[in-house]
């Protein structure tokens, strides 16, 4: 059985929008589709640490539907998975040989929320864009108000990259893990941008 990744899923798992409509340009990763579980349908998860601290993914079967801080124990993903795959993407990311996410996402939220969220993957590695620039994107340039509740609401940290959100001015502005974090991610992907 073959994955098809080439579009965004919205919240039932059907496509929602194909990323090239979205303005996105995330190729099809065969590796991915050749190793994940072909009969994966149950939700799954894993938790492990990274240098912003504790963080689980979960998945459900099709695509990755979480991804945040937590306080869990520690739990090993199965060979196959989705929680697998995205742990050694994420990993390859902290270390800075990774610039982008060839993973299938699933976040749950409204319709305004979802664009918002495509919006965020189409800001580049190492680049940032204010609650404005992703307003006026989306055809509503008044809604930086809105842009900011959906980004804080964002279900899929880092994949879905609302720490590249800034404020007007490019000063850090809130972040569901703290500033210290977004800093962090900032400065990972500007040192990494730098030398590659």
Same mark, same amino acid.
């Given at each position: 059985?073959?994955? %098809?990744?080439?579009?965004?899923?919205? $919240?039932?798992?059907? %496509?929602?929008?194909?990323?090239?409509?979205?303005?996105? @340009?995330?190729?099809?990763?065969?590796?991915?589709?050749? /190793?994940?579980?072909?009969?994966? /349908?149950? *939700?799954?998860?894993?938790?492990? %640490?990274?240098?912003? &601290?504790?963080?689980?993914? +979960? *998945?459900?079967?099709?695509?990755?539907?979480?991804?945040?801080?937590?306080?869990?124990?520690?739990? $090993?993903?199965?060979?196959? +998975?989705?929680?697998?795959?995205?742990?050694?993407?994420?990993?390859?990311?902290?270390?800075?040989?990774?610039? /982008?996410?060839?993973?299938?996402?699933?976040?749950?939220? +409204?319709?305004?929320?979802? *664009?918002?969220?495509?919006?965020?993957? *189409?800001?580049?590695?190492?680049?940032?864009?204010?609650?404005? %620039?992703?307003?006026?994107?989306?055809?509503?340039?008044?809604?930086?108000?809105?842009? &900011?509740?959906?980004?804080?609401? @964002?279900?899929?940290?880092?994949?879905?990259?609302?720490?590249?959100?800034?404020?007007? @001015?490019?000063?850090? +502005?809130?972040?569901?893990?703290?500033?210290?974090?977004?800093?962090?991610?900032?400065?990972?992907?500007?040192?990494?941008?730098?030398?590659?």
């Amino acid at each position: 059985m073959k994955y %098809d990744f080439s579009s965004i899923l919205d $919240s039932k798992g059907k %496509d929602a929008i194909p990323m090239w409509e979205a303005g996105m @340009n995330y190729p099809v990763v065969s590796s991915v589709q050749q /190793t994940l579980a072909p009969r994966q /349908t149950e *939700a799954s998860c894993c938790v492990f %640490d990274t240098p912003i &601290g504790r963080v689980r993914v +979960t *998945a459900d079967g099709r695509a990755v539907t979480g991804l945040g801080l937590t306080e869990e124990a520690l739990l $090993s993903p199965e060979e196959g +998975t989705l929680p697998a795959e995205a742990r050694r993407q994420l990993l390859e990311y902290f270390e800075g040989t990774r610039r /982008t996410f060839d993973l299938p996402l699933a976040p749950e939220g +409204t319709p305004f929320q979802q *664009a918002v969220w495509r919006e965020l993957r *189409a800001i580049p590695y190492g680049q940032t864009a204010s609650y404005g %620039d992703i307003a006026a994107r989306l055809g509503r340039p008044k809604a930086a108000r809105a842009v &900011g509740m959906a980004n804080h609401r @964002n279900p899929i940290l880092i994949l879905i990259p609302c720490h590249r959100v800034v404020g007007k @001015n490019g000063s850090l +502005t809130g972040f569901a893990c703290g500033l210290e974090r977004k800093e962090y991610l900032l400065s990972l992907e500007s040192r990494t941008g730098e030398n590659g």
